[in-house]
């Protein structure tokens, strides 16, 4: 399929690129989305049906997502439903392919909980933690990230949608999450931002120094500001990426201004490889037995250069 056979195929009900759930208009009979084709209400046998035409080597069963602002009632209807429809999916499977059950919940533990209890019961071959993304605080989620795990498999991969900030990825790796379905990387490419947060293993261990460009930060830098107009440097001077060893901040520039859709291309590849690094060294600080050390050089790093940001602000 698609030519692909090299990689693996993964298929989940949300893209929160183009297809976000739209759970007030979502159903006993099945889960709505918006999608550029407007708002969808999908059954799980349709579900199935697409799942049994894309043959994925892993595909995850239909979930009610709820925002956090829902009511009670709504968020056990809508934990009731995920179970139901996890059922029906599974009853309905195609040979081959992995299966990966959605948990749901939305700011409730107690539901968060009961979710998870109840798919773990279940013959899968991993879990999407959904629901994420959806009006939750950083305050609220390492709970809530806990409390799904602590009722999960150990042995068996943790998927989690709506999480991309590195600060968010390094929580999530810390509650025992492995997987990460993200939209960082897209949405900063089309924004013109560019990856720039050093990778070290001790996370970040010098400031990047202060910038005036609008939206910059420790974690990235905004192309389309003029101060890169005659920047003939790479985006990250020690980066081995195509566009880095080929190309400079003031040609990106130039194409971000003219609108050339080349800027896009040039800055994803740049921001995928900067991305894949900094989850290579979170492998790497796993395995030395650092990784609490590197989270929290990492996020004290970010803090500090943030309030050095809102001094000359």
């Not at 049994?52 to 995850?60: A, E, H, K, L, T």
């Not at 798919?119 to 605080?137: C, D, H, M, Q, T």
């Not at 709506?162 to 993200?182: C, H, K, N, R, S």
């Not at 989850?279 to 309030?307: S, V, Y």
Request: net charge neutral.
């Amino acid at each position: 399929m698609l030519g692909l056979h090299e990689y693996g195929l993964v298929a989940v009900p949300r893209d929160s690129i183009q297809c976000l759930p739209a759970s007030e208009a979502t159903n006993k009979v099945g889960a709505s989305f918006e999608t550029p084709c407007g708002r969808r209400l999908i059954k799980p046998k349709e579900y199935m049906e697409m799942i049994s035409s894309m043959r994925p080597d892993i595909w995850v069963t239909l979930a009610d997502e709820v925002p956090t602002w829902v009511s009670e009632k709504r968020n056990n209807s809508s934990v009731d439903r995920t179970i139901r429809w996890l059922d029906e999916c599974i009853a309905l499977r195609p040979l081959g392919g992995d299966i990966f059950g959605s948990i749901v919940g939305g700011a409730n533990l107690q539901q968060r909980q009961r979710c998870a209890e109840e798919v773990a019961k279940r013959n899968l071959s991993g879990y999407l933690i959904g629901g994420f993304g959806l009006g939750e605080s950083m305050d609220e989620r390492p709970a809530l990230l806990k409390t799904v795990c602590d009722n999960l498999p150990e042995e068996k991969p943790r998927l989690v949608c709506g999480l991309g900030l590195p600060e968010e990825v390094l929580q999530g790796v810390a509650a025992g999450i492995d997987l990460f379905d993200t939209t960082y990387i897209y949405h900063i490419t089309i924004a013109g931002f560019a990856l720039t947060f050093p990778l070290d293993k001790i996370g970040a261990s010098e400031l990047i120094p202060y910038s005036s460009d609008i939206g910059s930060d420790q974690a990235k830098i905004n192309l389309r500001a003029t101060v890169y107009r005659k920047d003939t440097t790479p985006i990250v001077q020690s980066c081995s990426c195509y566009t880095c060893k080929n190309h400079t901040k003031a040609y990106i520039n130039h194409l971000l201004n003219v609108h050339e859709m080349l800027a896009q291309t040039l800055l994803e590849i740049h921001n995928t490889h900067h991305f894949l690094g900094f989850f290579r060294l979170i492998r790497e600080a796993i395995k030395e037995g650092e990784f609490d050390r590197f989270r929290e050089k990492f996020i004290r790093n970010r803090r500090e250069h943030l309030a050095v940001s809102a001094v000359h602000a």
